[in-house]
Structures are given as C-alpha cells and as structure tokens.
C-alpha cells in the first residue's frame, strides 16, 4: 500500500450493476494474487452508513487481460480473508 491517491476499480456484479472499490491490499500467495477491496462511495453519507464490507478477489488472466474473479471454494475464501484482516490489523494497530 501506499500514500498516493487510491488505486480504484469498477467491478460489475452478477445483477449488472457497476459499483466503485478502492484496493486496500494486495497479496501474492501460492503463485496466485489476490486483492481486498472495500466499496467507495460518492456520497460521503453513504460511506458513513457503510457496514465496511471487505470484498476479497482473486486475479485471474486470459490471455494478457486481467480479471478479478470471486474466490469459489469457501476454505480458500476464508483462508485468505483472514490473511487479509490479520495484515490490516496489523497496520492500523501500527498507526
């Protein structure tokens, strides 16, 4: 992570509505990359009324193009959600 603006997504769901995530972390395991997001909003109300839902997808290639696909099986989800609240826990503690 770092001090610069945001890096930003635009993610379309499985209803097809477009939706806007900043990354907060990015991890490299087992030779697969995973990303944690959480929604931006535009209003700034609506982040408040947030529940600051952690959205964490795998990157997944065809061809050259990346995709950011959701984690299927359940044991790998929660296996490297908590990686990722573990390391974000860390941080903030740090600061």
Do not use: H, T, W
């Not at 890096?7 to 972390?25: A, N, T, Y």
């Not at 982040?47 to 299927?72: A, C, P, Q, R, T």
């Amino acid at each position: 992570m770092n001090g610069n603006s945001p890096e930003l997504f635009s993610l379309v769901d499985e209803d097809g509505v477009q939706q806007e995530f900043e990354m907060i972390d990015k991890m490299e395991i087992d030779g697969a990359v995973y990303y944690a997001l959480v929604p931006c909003y535009d209003d700034p109300a609506e982040d408040l009324e947030s529940d600051g839902e952690l959205v964490v997808l795998k990157s997944e290639y065809e061809g050259n193009e990346e995709f950011l696909v959701s984690i299927d099986d359940d044991d790998e989800y929660d296996r490297i959600g908590n990686m990722f609240i573990e390391r974000l826990n860390v941080e903030f503690e740090e600061e």
